[in-house]
């Protein structure tokens, strides 16, 4: 009985700590998004279930410097997704910079581009629908502060 106690209040406290594996959609509508790490740090993400409240986290694996990846995600829904850029320091430990969610919607049979940069004083990003190549449109994103949430599947944003 100890030992089960024991376990559940390492659970309780480590809750926001327990990453939860993105899961790509295997029916309906999708959209492509090509994640582009131009910063000098490593780039994280997660995607939501939720969007409204940002619930269901669900974690990607990070993208490291200059480096790219590809997910598919849903579309024809507002889509949410944490973002952060973290650099590694000694010990295993980690510093988190620019840490807040993004939001748009997804079309159709669409593919996108997100690029994140950063320099000594700030993160950007930019989003371009590549669809058609031969005319990328730009995509406003919505930014929306992070919350500190206690679990996978607790509230990351307020809205």
């Known amino acids: 009985m100890k030992k089960i106690l024991i376990i559940f209040t390492a659970l309780l406290f480590t809750g926001c700590a327990l990453n939860i594996k993105y899961t790509p959609p295997v029916s309906g509508p999708i959209a492509n998004i090509q994640f582009k790490n131009n910063s000098k740090r490593n780039l994280s993400l997660a995607f939501y279930k939720v969007s409204t409240g940002c619930k269901g986290r669900q974690s990607v694996q990070k ?28 010990g295993g430990s980690f510093e988190s910079y620019c840490l807040l969610n993004l939001r748009f919607l997804p079309k159709p049979n669409n593919s996108y581009i997100f690029s994140s940069y950063d320099d000594s004083r700030s993160c950007k990003w930019k989003m371009v629908n590549i669809t058609n190549k031969e005319k990328p449109i730009e995509i406003k994103l919505k930014a929306i502060p992070w919350i500190s949430g206690f679990d996978e599947n607790s509230s990351f944003c307020n809205g």
């Open 63 to 90: 993208i490291l410097s200059n480096t790219e990846t590809k997910h598919v995600t849903y579309a024809g829904k507002e889509l949410t997704f944490q973002y952060y850029l973290t650099n590694s320091k000694i």
